[in-house]
């Protein structure tokens, strides 16, 4: 009997072993970044490219582009294809009809669009186009950084395309003025820089615009936000704390600042202020702003900070400003401090300390002295949340700290953690593993929201 029931006791432990494992494996699974569908962009052939170029030039000597912008887009693309294909028949061109379908879009694109480029922006699981000359294009595609099989055919094809972009918002780039910051039709936001400043050729850097709204559901089910912290993320915002989103660049920032958003109420009046028009808000009284850059001459320049004040005059129930970085965070935290609750905005810092000094630095730009104390505790009263997004070696976007601001301790703001991502190593395929727990502490804002009748249990407080 004792040899059987230590066999016994040797399948049962191995049975929970085993359970275990497989448990673990699945959590893993659920926190690991998904496979990366390969880059389907095709490409011609020489001999396909030396028909393009072809047929490019002898359609240009015949078309009047002049007349091209006076039709719509639809119209254009059908009488550059028609006039394609009569030219194909002329010349007897010996491709198949699939071949010959992607040479046509591939000259509609070059006249209508932004030649090899557009390709790349109907693709949507594109984030970044990155063109470092004519033969090097680079792409971000979930987080990851991958070389792009188009090309442009010169430098000078390059800086049609270039000057094709800038053209289109009323700017101008030369070797005296050779940065500029655009925006493409579907908002998506372009910074070029040509020589003698970029010294190995144009360079465009493109942030592609999200069309897709995504919600807190979608940040849940990527595994950029846990589940058990979304409640908690939806009751700040609709009990009007003022919130700050810190993170890197290309964390994810604005995407959360876009989906947080979605929680004001819809009968409240918001007045957004960009740099670079991103954000996607859905309620009905919404007053979006933009700043503008200075003309050729140096002269028409409306910055964030005159945009803040002028908001103020405008009867905002809430004001969202997309990004702090300069003068215009002193008039932010005035206004967060004498009305405008539930504010929102995000900074570029690497955690949510770091966010609040930068804040103070960026105070100190305005010119103005302050004392540090006095300073500090308009900081500490204006902002209630801090939330720290960041981008994982895996190229996962994800919220790795809630922290409250407490008060001041004589000349220092305190803040309480209440949630923090645990990173517990990284899996042969180099996703990261963890889990984001709570730290224990019930915040002080609870009993605000509990007022609002915001019901979040104590109990998702506790550490696990």
Partial sequence: MSLLSNRLNRLRVAEVVELKQTAEAEEATQESAPERPPLMIETLSTAELDCKQQLHRELLKRMDLSLIDSL????????????CRQLMEE??????????????????????GLGPLEPL???KTISDILVNGPDSIYVERFGKLEHCPVSFSS????????????????????ESSPMVDARLKDGSRVNVIIPPL???GPQISIRRFMVELLSMQNLVELGSVDAKVAPVLEGIVKARLNILISGGTGSGKTTMLNILSGYIPHDERIVTIEDSAELQLQQPHVVRLETRPPNIEGRGEVTQRELVKN????RPDRIVLGEVRGGETLDMLQAMNTGHDGSLTTIHANSARDALGRIENMVAMTGISFPTKALRAQIASAIDVVLQVTRLEDGRRKLVSIQEINGM????ITMSELFTFERQGVDEKGNVLGRFKATGIVPGFHK???QRGIEIPTALFEPE
């Fill in 311 to 314: 908001s103020l005059r405008m």
């Fill in 155 to 174: 430098q000078g094809h390059l800086m049609n395309t270039i000057d094709r972009i800038v053209s289109s918002v009323g700017r101008h780039i030369d």
């Fill in 72 to 83: 719509d887009e639809a119209e254009a693309r059908r009488q550059i294809g028609d006039l």
């Fill in 448 to 450: 605000r929201l509990a």
């Fill in 409 to 412: 301790e004589g000349d220092i």
């Fill in 198 to 200: 970029a010294l190995d």
């Fill in 121 to 123: 922006l109907d693709d």
């Fill in 91 to 112: 010349l007897a061109v010996p491709f198949s009809t699939q071949s010959r379908q992607k040479i046509m879009k591939l000259i509609e694109d070059e006249i209508m």
